[in-house]
């Protein structure tokens, strides 16, 4: 196995953050780009960034601004814990992701990379796909468990989400504690046990981080947004038939509005729940290797459009 490297990587705002990077034997087919959910961070996605790059995939991935390792970084130097879950507007969000994306597109010239987001970084990874900067640039956009609607289970309601939105207009920064019920992440007790005691996933997050959250997916449920995709860049959708976090439904009605994109699937797993990477057993096996196969077909004879 080729390992893996770890790098502090500072943004134009001075922000120092955390990238790991999973390595493959040979030069790679295929180069994914990471985004992490909430309340959650790269390291902590079990077997499948090793599985991918086993098979020729290169995995980049990133604690994003208020999260994991960067957020640790960040109180650390100030002594202060307001960096937590601020991980600011969806302008700030997106334009994070331009200055890490853009060096690795330039550094892997002619290799496909497949923008891919988890829950949270779904409908971060599905907005940047319409309005990024490097948008022409991606071979495709692949997510699971999308934050495009709360499932029933989680959903906040229209007042507090109401409320949400007002307060981040007055106080954006302002953060609150968001749990997250760890027993609906996995079937797996071990995986429910290891979200509960980390320490990066502390569930916390800004007004304006929530509100946005919620509005990315608002929009990404709209036709109006949808149209906005590229027709020749490839989107698959995966998601828990039983998942509690996001909506199952609403993935895979998303993924049927895309009317213009050629090459377009909803993938269903039966009674599985949000983290599909983290099922137990073998399932996790079987997810890594789904979205595997899916890139590898099609980046045979991949041509890489301008940066």
């Known amino acids: 196995m080729a390992g893996t490297t770890e790098k502090w990587e500072t943004l134009k705002d001075g922000l120092e953050i ?37 098979q020729g995939i290169e995995f980049y991935s990133f604690d994003q601004r208020g999260w994991g390792q960067t957020c640790v970084r960040s109180n650390q130097k100030e002594k202060t814990t307001r960096h937590s879950g601020n991980s600011g507007p969806t302008s700030l969000v997106l334009s994070d ?17 497949y923008l891919v987001g988890h829950s949270m970084g779904g409908g971060i990874a599905l907005t940047y796909a319409t309005r990024g900067t490097h948008k022409n640039a991606l071979a495709g956009t692949i997510v699971w468990s999308p934050m495009i609607d709360f499932a029933k ?39 429910v046990e290891a979200f509960r005691t980390d320490p990066l996933c502390h569930d916390t997050g800004t007004l304006v981080a929530y509100a946005d959250m ?3 997916g608002q929009d990404l449920r709209t036709g109006h947004v949808a149209s906005k995709f590229l027709a020749d860049k490839p989107v698959l959708v995966l998601h828990g038939s039983s998942d509690k976090i996001t909506d199952h439904n609403s993935s895979k009605h998303f993924v049927a509005s895309l009317a213009q994109v050629k090459d377009k699937e909803f993938k269903s797993f039966d009674g599985w729940y949000h983290k599909l990477h983290n099922e137990p057993g073998e399932d996790k096996v079987t997810f890594a290797n789904y979205v595997s196969a899916w890139i ?11 940066l």
């Open 214 to 216: 919620i509005t990315r």
């Open 18 to 54: 955390y990238t790991k990077t999973w390595l493959t034997n040979s030069p790679p087919i295929a180069q994914i780009f990471f985004v992490h959910g909430f309340s959650d961070h790269c390291n902590a996605y079990g077997i499948f960034p090793t599985t991918v790059a086993a």
């Open 153 to 191: 289970e989680s959903s906040p309601g229209f007042i507090k989400i109401s409320g949400l939105k007002l307060g981040a207009t007055l106080l954006p920064n302002k953060q609150i504690v968001q749990s997250l019920p760890a027993e609906y992440m996995s079937r797996d007790p071990e995986v």
């Open 97 to 113: 992701i331009s200055e890490l994306l853009g060096p690795r597109l330039a550094a892997h010239p002619g290799i496909p990379c």
């Open 296 to 306: 590898i077909q099609r980046s045979t004879g991949y041509v890489s459009s301008k």
